[in-house]
């Protein structure tokens, strides 16, 4: 398997729902994972992945508080 297929690979949200993430980022609170943020929809451009990641990064902060 090639690197580009990870990528592709579908992650559903939940149990019996179609929909899947197409970008996904852990949030992080003190060095353990609290969840995540996820973008659905089409392929994201850089911009989209980088507001997730931003989310994600904020989310974590404001947790730690």
Same mark, same amino acid.
């Given at each position: 398997r090639g690197l580009g *297929?990870?990528?592709?690979?579908?992650l559903p949200l939940c149990e019996g729902v179609d929909t899947s993430a197409t970008a996904l980022m852990p949030i992080l609170c003190? !060095? *353990? $994972?609290? !969840?995540?943020?996820a973008l659905t929809g089409s392929?994201?451009? /850089?911009?989209?992945?980088? $507001?997730?990641?931003v989310a994600a990064?904020?989310? !974590?902060?404001?947790? /730690? /508080?």
């Open positions: *297929d990870v990528y592709k690979r579908q003190n !060095g *353990d $994972l609290i !969840g995540s943020v392929m994201p451009d /850089e911009a989209m992945v980088l $507001l997730v990641k990064a904020f989310l !974590g902060k404001q947790m /730690e /508080e």
